[in-house]
């Protein structure tokens, strides 16, 4: 459902990475990045401004 970079950027958010380091460690800009952030959140059903942190937290039991 989710693709490699999606996950990736999953595990980063769960790890506390904030959107503007991901950015960086990416080189891409923090814009790319809120598009990767919607884009799951579209694939996993979650509402727009819905915390995807929080999703995974209390749907994988984190």
């Keep these: 459902m989710l693709n490699d970079k999606e996950?990736?950027?999953c595990c980063m958010l769960?790890?506390?990475?904030?959107t503007e380091e991901i950015a960086a460690i990416w080189?891409?800009?923090v814009?790319?990045?809120h598009k990767y952030k919607?884009?799951?959140r579209k694939k996993i059903g979650i509402p727009e401004g819905?915390?995807?942190v929080l999703f995974l937290v209390e749907k994988l039991d984190l």
């Design 7 to 9: 996950v990736q950027l």
């Design 14 to 18: 769960v790890s506390g990475f904030k």
């Design 27 to 29: 080189m891409n800009s």
């Design 31 to 33: 814009f790319s990045v």
């Design 38 to 40: 919607t884009n799951i």
């Design 50 to 52: 819905g915390d995807i």
